[in-house]
């Protein structure tokens, strides 16, 4: 389970203080960062925004719902993890 801790450091890597913008990349990292740890359960729109520290309402300027952030996750896991082991497993 991700812990605060680890949440607020999250924060803190990304340069996220005060009133700072929350990017796409922001809620991607952090949904990554809790799939790994916790599971897909864990990935939800209000526990992440409330990690960032920011209103869930800004993550809908990114992503069209949970399962547009799911799928999103899904395709950057494919291109950048599963392409190279496809890629290396093809070679002669």
């Avoid at 996220?16 to 740890?37: C, F």
Wanted: a positive charge; charged letters at 25%.
């Amino acid at each position: 389970m991700l812990s605060d801790s680890s949440a607020d450091e999250v924060v803190r890597r990304s340069g996220l203080t005060g009133n700072t913008k929350v990017t796409r990349d922001h809620w991607m990292k952090l949904a990554l960062e809790t799939l790994i740890s916790e599971g897909v359960e864990a990935v939800r729109v209000l526990a992440l925004g409330q990690k960032l520290n920011v209103s869930r309402s800004s993550f809908y300027w990114y992503f069209k719902s949970r399962q547009d952030l799911l799928d999103q996750l899904l395709d950057f896991w494919r291109n950048n993890n599963t392409r190279f082991i496809v890629e290396q497993a093809g070679r002669a």
